[in-house]
């Protein structure tokens, strides 16, 4: 997932927006979930945590890379990276884990 940074995503010094990230991560994470498994089920992050390693400015081309692996039956791991697309530069990584059900209820039980 590659897009130009907003200014809407930005502070006044034209910095992203801490809560952005996220947002973002979600997005590319989804987005990947969806388009490699055609998947029709319920899809919950159930953790997630940044590490900020430098900031994103205003208009800045950036692309996410997204690693999953499975850890058990309907659960998996995943890591991703915000990129830098001028400098190649890795800005900011994101860790977690996500769970697959059939339906919402299948995760409270």
Not at 19 to 27: C, K, M, P
Not at 79 to 86: A, G, K, S
Request: hydrophobic letters at 35%; one cysteine or more.
């Amino acid at each position: 997932m590659e897009f130009k940074v907003k200014y809407s995503d930005c502070d006044s010094y034209r910095v992203v927006h801490n809560s952005n990230y996220i947002a973002w991560f979600e997005d590319a994470l989804y987005s990947q979930i969806c388009d490699n498994e055609q998947l029709k089920t319920e899809i919950i992050i159930s953790k997630i945590r940044c590490r900020y390693l430098q900031a994103v400015k205003y208009n800045s081309i950036v692309f996410i890379k997204t690693k999953i692996s499975k850890i058990a039956e309907n659960n998996y791991s995943f890591r991703q990276e915000l990129v830098d697309r001028i400098t190649n530069r890795t800005m900011v990584i994101s860790m977690g884990e996500y769970m697959i059900g059939e339906t919402y209820e299948s995760f409270s039980s």
